[in-house]
């Protein structure tokens, strides 16, 4: 049986949501999240408690985002995991990662499952 997340307690209803903040069916954003005036959220996803979400945020699906994580302008996120108090500030990539509790990235920092080498 599957559960449709956005349904859960403490998520933010779809009508407090910026007009120009695009949230996919399956997301669950809590209550207390910062959110900015425009970016994209496809889930399935889950934004944690006091998270701030800056402008441009793009969040491609298979995302939990834990407590009081900073996801930054310009950010993108797929298939990825951050724990608590992660920064990812601006202008980021994570795909395919986990980012343990207190990481934080400079701007640019990119993440992928592809190799630098371009080995196989």
Same mark, same amino acid.
């Given at each position: 049986?599957?559960?449709?997340?956005?349904?859960?307690?403490?998520?933010?209803?779809?009508?407090?949501?910026?007009?120009? !903040?695009?949230?996919?069916?399956?997301?669950?954003?809590?209550?207390?999240?910062? !959110?900015?005036?425009?970016?994209?959220?496809?889930?399935?996803?889950?934004?944690?408690?006091?998270?701030?979400?800056?402008?441009?945020?793009?969040?491609?699906?298979?995302?939990?985002?834990?407590?009081?994580?900073?996801?930054?302008?310009?950010?993108?996120?797929?298939?990825?995991?951050?724990?608590?108090?992660?920064?990812?500030?601006?202008?980021?990539?994570?795909?395919?990662?986990? !980012?343990?509790?207190?990481?934080?990235?400079?701007?640019?920092?990119?993440?992928?499952?592809?190799? !630098?080498?371009?080995?196989?």
């Amino acid at each position: 049986e599957s559960v449709n997340i956005s349904a859960l307690p403490c998520a933010r209803p779809k009508d407090e949501l910026p007009p120009a !903040l695009f949230v996919d069916d399956n997301v669950f954003i809590h209550s207390t999240a910062v !959110l900015p005036h425009f970016g994209t959220i496809h889930g399935p996803a889950y934004i944690g408690r006091g998270c701030e979400l800056r402008p441009g945020v793009f969040v491609r699906g298979n995302v939990i985002v834990g407590p009081h994580c900073v996801v930054g302008n310009s950010t993108e996120l797929k298939n990825c995991m951050l724990l608590a108090n992660v920064q990812v500030p601006h202008f980021n990539y994570v795909g395919d990662s986990i !980012l343990g509790t207190g990481s934080h990235f400079g701007a640019g920092v990119v993440t992928a499952n592809v190799r !630098l080498d371009r080995g196989s």
